[in-house]
């Protein structure tokens, strides 16, 4: 067969080159209708140009390259293709490991295309610009809900997070995530270091899960959450969030939806697709078009961290950070040490006793084990509740996979199933309790 042509679109000036274009990115089992081709993933991006740009310009990026399309798992790319055109601008970033990497910063039309062919449905840049990578812009409110956790109850804890900010004198700009969840947009003036951001992203999320008990929460440990989780994490260094208007690798081709307030209440995530958004785009324009004219003082926010933090203490950084000052102990608690008669102050005793049912590359055939699982325990899954129920979503340096473990408390000790082979067991690095080594770190989701 002879080789496909790539389509040439002129944008910001230059000639940006589509290649494959008609390559399947949804096959129509994903779509939900006819297949949704890499060249009509391009002119989504064409047609919502201005307001996707708005969400990353200046920002260094990391990419999540779908280079087979959607229904097969992507790698991540911190570092910009060496094979590049000279117009593509990068910028060098230093991580928490110490390690550097030359990432891209988007700021047209023809760069973000560029970005897009090389396999990247969504955009994941970070809270800095370019110009000062040490002092973040925006603090990200991401709010990730439970397995079973109604939208509903997601729109509500959205609301809540706008009235903390507020009181605060912070303005939040809400959008669905594209996933289950929904994120709040803070510019804030660049003058706080990521810890400081990251506390007063968790001084945010305390303070809601205050006001709304059993509805929100801000506990990192999955196996200790109720509700919808903030996760105040997503603001340490080197974490990214998917901005707007990125198209997620989902059933139906959703993409990360700017709001309105008034939409919020009532706004259903399942309605905002690459094959919707760019009418509503046309026709109201991008809801974000404002977000860069008012940058917040942190300062207020910042005392009420404190105050959180002088009555319950450092919380959790992700795995890989160096440890905080005052930071309990991280691990776990399915996987702590046996309580000692006087444990030491910050140190974690079991409390919650789970087990692994299922690990791999296909969220999918996971999410059946778990369901095989069930059916092998029936007087067990009776007993469980939604919150029981622990999706991981575990990320290694190129690749994903997903944990699935089941939290035993409901069912009485000597009624508990024992730790048996997942199924199916096919992650691409095996995670055992106590184990050495794991690739994986332990992801919110959404």
Known sequence: MPKPQPVLLELAGREVRVTNP???WFPAELAGDAPITKLEIARYYVAVAEGAIRGVAGRPMQLERYV???GAQPFYQKRAPTSRPDWVEVVTLR???????DEIVVRDAAQLLWVVNLGCLALHPHPVRASDLDHPDELRIDLDPIPGVPWSQVRDVALTSREVLAELGLRAWPKTSGGRGMHLLVRIQPRWTFPEVRRAALGVAREVEQRMPGLATSRWWKEERVGVFLDYNQNAKDRTVASAYSVRAKPGAPVSAPLTWDEVPTCASGDYTVRTMPERYAALGDLHAGIDDDAGDLGPLLALAQAHE???GEA??????RKAPGEPKRIAPSRAAKPKPKPKTGRRVPTKPTVIVAESEDEDAALAGLERWKDAHPEAAAKLEPHHVLVDKMRGRYRTWTRIRVNLEAV???????????DPDDAPKAWWPGAEGSEGTEGSGG
């Open 310 to 312: 002088d009555a319950q």
């Open 316 to 321: 959790p950084l992700p795995p890989h950070y």
């Open 412 to 422: 009485p000790e000597g009624e508990r199933p024992p730790q048996g082979t997942p």
């Open 68 to 70: 087979n399309g959607a």
């Open 95 to 101: 991580f928490p490991s110490m390690r550097t990497a």
């Open 22 to 24: 008609d390559k399947p």
